[in-house]
């Protein structure tokens, strides 16, 4: 097996929506702002080379939506999913499965695009079985009015239209394995309705993609919750729950939406689990 970062691109958001009830005096700390309010945020996903097959976690927002569009949410850098790809020695083409943590806009936009004469949308991935789950399939595509905007029905429908999408095992617990990819999946409704966050065994660590149960490492402190989760209260006990297992068992968080730390590790302290070490992924497996 081998895994490779693929940015598929920088935009900002809210601040004050990415931290909720907490105050700017104390988020700014970790994520300063800009003046107007925006913090740097990154699509960053993972490519897992694994036998013949190559399986890519999330896609960031893709190119299709309009200027509008992206306008709200201020892209920067260079960053671009093709290009990383192409770094890491492949094309879109290449890839065998295309896994998502969950069906908001920036961690799904990028597997749909146009197609050859922009009449309608089509799998950005031809040869790749995409995988959400059941229940959140569910959710996405009968969305309640508070998600509705990040839900967006280009992004999602084509997948089941062309027969190329799957379900991964409906889970009997919060954390199950599933046969299809062969990688654990923590299951968390705080964020969404089960939204899924992998455990992949790699070079002898155990590395989790965050998706957004930890956006940022200035997300740490329990009370640090997204005003973008729906179900807050769920999310500070499942986060607890999460936290724990990552200091107790050394996991090497990768983080998808941290502009500025790639991986980083958690420990036990006085004020709860917080902070131990950050890596490049180059440091780490390099």
């Not at 009997?172 to 939204?195: P, V």
Request: overall charge negative.
């Amino acid at each position: 097996m081998k895994i490779y970062p693929i940015e598929a691109g920088n935009f900002k958001l809210d601040g004050g929506a990415m931290f909720g009830v907490v105050p700017k005096s104390l988020w700014t700390r970790t994520n300063p702002a800009d003046g107007n309010n925006m913090i740097d945020i990154a699509a960053r996903c993972m490519l897992i080379e694994d036998g013949d097959r190559l399986i890519l976690i999330d896609t960031g927002m893709g190119n299709k939506q309009s200027e509008k569009f992206f306008g709200y949410y201020y892209r920067w850098g260079d960053h671009n999913l093709d290009d990383s790809l192409k770094k890491a020695g492949f094309h879109r083409d290449d890839v065998t499965d295309v896994f998502m943590t969950h069906l908001h806009f920036d961690h799904c936009g990028g597997s749909v695009q146009w197609n050859k004469d922009r009449t309608g949308y089509e799998p950005a991935f031809k040869n790749a079985k995409f995988w959400s789950n059941e229940d959140h399939w569910q959710w996405a595509t009968q969305p309640n009015r508070r998600e509705k905007a990040s839900f967006l029905k280009e992004n999602i429908l084509p997948m089941q239209e062309s027969g190329q999408l799957h379900f991964v095992e409906k889970p009997a617990s919060d954390y199950a394995k599933t046969s299809a990819l062969d990688f654990g999946i923590f299951f968390a409704d705080g964020h969404t309705d089960k939204q899924m966050i992998p455990h992949i065994q790699y070079k002898g660590k155990t590395l989790v993609f965050m998706a957004d149960l930890l956006p940022t490492a200035g997300h740490l402190p329990l009370p640090f919750v997204m005003g973008y989760d729906t179900r807050p209260l769920l999310t500070l006990p499942e986060k607890e729950k999460f936290l724990n297992a990552a200091a107790d068992n050394n996991y090497y968080l990768w983080l998808e939406h941290d502009a500025h730390n790639q991986i980083i590790t958690v420990k036990h302290t006085e004020k709860g689990v917080r902070l131990d070490q950050t890596y490049t992924f180059n440091e780490l497996f390099n």
